[in-house]
């Protein structure tokens, strides 16, 4: 009996000891996957500072009224950026053209209402509940311009509530599109209305229609593939010094 006993002992202590080398390897690798993460979110952060620095000298060159393409995997919705509202523009313009719209989702969607994206939070699905909380870090002064109003299609800017935002400065990033005219019309003088759509209103209505939980969101992702600049926008690149050198031999040839 204490033989058997001992065995039984014995076996726990092997058992629990293989348990334990077992936990702490996994520990281990746990760790050593959090910090290759956590390196490769900065290199993520770098090289999208970059891409803004980049984009920032590019947004001196657009038209003042610039068109975008904001294309999802329902379709494409054309906007025109309003040059009343410098700041909004230049921003969305800004993030647009540097790709931090690449990939993001449509997370709020009332039908009869409005579609709201532009949260990068939206691009990690574990961080479900964190979707409407994102942005780049800063907020934008309001620019209410009266003829601005929120039409059908037109593009605004979202924000805090006034509670917590008296100054009703929008987002660093979030916007949404009117799908009703009528129920968004209370948000005139409120929400910083930045553009309008010139095509894809239907895009607009099909994206609106989709099935959606108790907290709004698409239950199959509405994702926004990318935004970029029209063609019927582009802008020539400023000439280094090597481009006028290398025309220079090319004229004297």
């Known amino acids: ?96 053209l540097a790709g931090y719209y690449d990939g993001v989702l449509f997370h709020r969607v009332i039908n009869g209402f409005m579609i709201q994206g532009g949260d990068p939070n939206s691009k990690d699905s574990t961080l479900v509940k964190e979707y409407g909380k994102g942005g780049p870090g800063y907020t934008i002064p309001a620019e209410f311009v009266p003829e601005y109003r929120h039409k059908k299609g037109a593009l605004a800017a979202a924000r805090r509530g006034d509670a917590s935002n008296p100054e009703r400065e929008s987002s660093g990033s979030q916007f949404y599109l009117v799908q009703d005219e009528g129920s968004c019309a209370q948000l005139d003088g409120a929400y910083t209305v930045f553009g309008e759509t010139l095509e894809g209103i239907e895009v607009i209505d099909k994206i609106a229609a989709v099935p959606t939980n108790s907290a709004d969101l698409p239950i199959n992702p509405v994702v926004i593939k990318s935004v970029e600049l029209d063609p019927s926008c582009a802008v020539e690149e400023p000439q280094t010094e090597a481009d006028e050198t290398a025309e220079e031999i090319k004229e004297a040839q």
Do not use: W
């Not at 000891?17 to 956590?38: D, L, N, T």
């Not at 993520?44 to 000298?57: C, D, I, N, T």
């Open 1 to 96: 009996m204490k033989h058997n006993l001992f065995r039984i002992l014995c076996i726990a202590g092997t058992f629990a000891a293989v348990i334990g080398c077992g936990g702490k390897k996994a520990a281990k690798e746990a760790e050593e996957a959090a910090r290759e993460q956590a390196r490769l979110d900065s290199l993520k952060q770098v090289e999208m500072e970059q891409k803004l620095q980049e984009a920032e000298q590019k947004v001196a060159r657009l038209p003042e009224e610039p068109v975008f393409n904001i294309s999802t995997n329902l379709g494409t919705i054309k906007v025109k950026l309003y040059s009343k509202t410098p700041l909004h523009r230049d921003n969305f313009a800004k993030l647009a």
